[in-house]
């Protein structure tokens, strides 16, 4: 009666769920800070503020948000590489829509990254891999999907992602941290929207371990 739904005709697309005013405030902030680096003009910017603050699910604010990084980009320090172990392959991004896409082993990390998945999984595992510079960047933006990222006891993390009915966070370590002031810096940002980015801090994988005489 009344237009209102029965219950058990309730939605079960977690997108079609209503956002909240703070949800709509979060976006804004992120459009603003786009516009700032200049990956939106002023007409742009207008049209995705208004589209944001009429939005009434978490499925509306997709297409706002889904080609844009979360924060605005810093200045990035002398580049200083990683000399622990070898590279052999460099890739600029980790993209799943509604699969998997695994990053590990040794590979070079170029100084920005770029990982998206819609529906989907990515992992990313740095323990092995060589960083291009001092400083990594990786933007990590996940739509009803996950991403997750492995790093060793000696580097340095920092996660400044924004979780929209979702989580963006730093999990708890697994190994005790071991930071120095040489250890690689990996920065993370971005947005998780009904899905879930996590950072966790790793010992060496099991093969690398058995080749260091662990057990």
Not at 70 to 77: F, K, L, V, Y
Request: hydrophobic share 40%.
């Amino acid at each position: 009666m009344g237009g209102l739904l029965e219950p058990r005709d309730q939605p079960g697309d977690p997108s079609q769920l209503r956002i909240s005013d703070d949800d709509r405030h979060k976006v804004a902030e992120l459009l603003r800070d786009a516009a700032g680096e200049g990956r939106l003009d002023l007409e742009e910017l207008d049209e995705r503020l208004e589209a944001t603050y009429a939005a009434k699910t978490y499925g509306d604010l997709v297409p706002i948000t889904i080609d844009l990084p979360a924060h605005p980009q810093e200045q990035r320090p002398p580049v200083r590489p990683r000399e622990t172990l070898p590279a052999t392959t460099s890739y600029d991004s980790s993209v799943a829509i509604m699969g998997g896409c695994t990053r590990k082993g040794a590979w070079l990390v170029p100084e920005r990254h770029q990982a998206f998945t819609l529906m989907g999984g990515v992992e990313i595992d740095l323990r092995e891999a060589t960083f291009a510079g001092r400083e990594t960047v990786i933007f990590a933006n996940a739509v009803m999907g996950g991403i997750d990222i492995y790093v060793d006891a000696r580097t340095h993390v920092i996660v400044e992602g924004v979780g929209i009915m979702g989580a963006f966070d730093q999990g708890r370590d697994k190994v005790p941290a071991e930071v120095t002031a040489d250890s690689p810096v990996v920065r993370v940002k971005g947005v998780a929207l009904m899905a879930g980015v996590t950072v966790t801090r790793k010992g060496p994988p099991r093969v690398r371990r058995k080749l260091l005489g662990g057990s």
